[in-house]
């Protein structure tokens, strides 16, 4: 069984800055994606960085510049330093990896507030 576990979210002021973790476990034989989505309240979920399957990384625009994905193969975790926050940054951010263990399949993790306001 493979869980995604995060970490780092919280609250803080506008310009301020946080780092997120995200660890994979279980029995895991490859990782193909691996990366950050969130869902702010009233609003869909929308992907915020990303490791893609061909190793290249994709942010979404709104991010680009601000933040930035970071990952350790050695221990299956991926991180995303967010820093300039804005109050429009606060949701529920979300780890999401396709992972082959038994079968290939999506996994998403619990999430984690992150609240930006003074």
């Known amino acids: 069984q493979v869980q995604l576990v995060e970490s780092g979210g919280g609250l803080v002021q506008p310009g301020g800055s946080l780092r997120l973790s995200c660890a994979a476990s279980?029995?895991?034989?490859?990782?193909?994606?691996m990366g950050w989505y969130r869902q702010a309240l009233g609003k869909q979920r929308e992907l915020v960085a990303t490791?893609?399957?061909?190793?290249?990384?994709k942010y979404a625009d709104s991010v680009k510049g601000r933040f930035t994905i970071s990952r350790d193969n050695a221990k299956n975790t991926v991180y995303l330093q967010m820093n300039s926050l804005k109050p429009e940054d606060t949701a529920v951010y979300y780890c999401?990896?396709?992972?082959?263990?038994?079968?290939?399949?999506?996994?998403w993790g619990q999430g984690t507030q992150v609240t930006v306001s003074s």
């Open positions: 999401n990896a396709e992972i082959r263990s038994s079968y290939r399949g999506n996994y």
């Open positions: 279980g029995s895991i034989f490859n990782i193909y994606t």
């Open positions: 490791f893609t399957g061909g190793g290249s990384i």
